[in-house]
């Protein structure tokens, strides 16, 4: 029978885990403020920001939000980061994507100071993860170790086959995953037979943004699948990049959409505001 992997659960106990940590750190005088910063009233992003603000409260952590209109100009959106970055009393800065059109992404990542990129977006956080160098990570891709180690699927020496190399997701777990000594193999639309690639992992990692794309013809029998993906199909349920009725029966172990990948993602980010106030003897 294949494991399911419970992602609410090792959620949850990475956010108690954190909850003792900053309780100890303040007893130290060590306060960890994170600033959210939301441009616009996108409806999925005020869910995730508002989700980001109750995690926070919950480990103990204090934000500071900044919910600007959809009409703030890039200038300032610059110049209210770069005072964040100035601000001694916030540690980690956080802008919650995507960002209006008239906003470059990329320009604002870069204005993030490194040392208060809780994201791990920033080309420095991205380079001193390729390099060994300790860092922020990138949330879910850190969220996903989390889950297999937790799980007690072995990644060292494995085979483990990434489909799709996004910045977020599939190329920081790229980057882990050699981090932890496995084979790591990254596919994505222009790979021929994409079949015969992730019919070869041990570990399958989906980040396609295809509904139910993934079925049991792409899977090696006893492979552990996770499924970054996250849509509503035509009946309003929340379901992922893997057909899971399909796939699940020829795995040893997978993730379930909803309540796999995605409650990770929040307990990684609350790791890496909890980073921030960490002092080198501390850090895992
Ligand atoms: P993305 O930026 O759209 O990237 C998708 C990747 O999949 C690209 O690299 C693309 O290849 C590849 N791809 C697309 N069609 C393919 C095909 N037919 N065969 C092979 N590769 C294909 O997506 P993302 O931001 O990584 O997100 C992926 C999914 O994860 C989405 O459903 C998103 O909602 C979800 N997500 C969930 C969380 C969470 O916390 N649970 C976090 C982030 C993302 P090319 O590069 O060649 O175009």
Known sequence: MSQLIDGKRISQQIKDELREEVERLKEKGRNACLAVVQV????????????KKKACEYIGIRSKSYELPEETTEQELVGLVENLNKDA?????????????????????RTISPDKDVDGFH?????????G???FLSCTPAGIIQLLKRSGVEIEGRECVIVGRSNIVGKPMAALLLRENATVTVAHSRTKDLKKVTKRA??????????RFITSEYIKDGAVVIDVGMHRDEDGHLCGDVDFADVEP?????TPVPGGVGPMTIAMLMNNCVETIRTQEERP
């Open 133 to 135: 160098e300790k860092g």
């Open 89 to 109: 009393q916030v540690n980690g800065v956080l802008v919650q994507l995507p960002l209006p059109d008239h906003i470059d992404e990329d320009k604002i990542i």
């Open 123 to 131: 080309p420095v956080s991205v380079g001193r993860l390729w390099i």
């Open 202 to 211: 041990d570990i399958l990692v989906v980040a396609i943004g295809k509904k």
């Open 40 to 51: 616009g009233a996108d409806p999925a992003s005020t869910v995730y920001v508002r989700n």
């Open 250 to 254: 020829h795995t040893s172990a997978i």
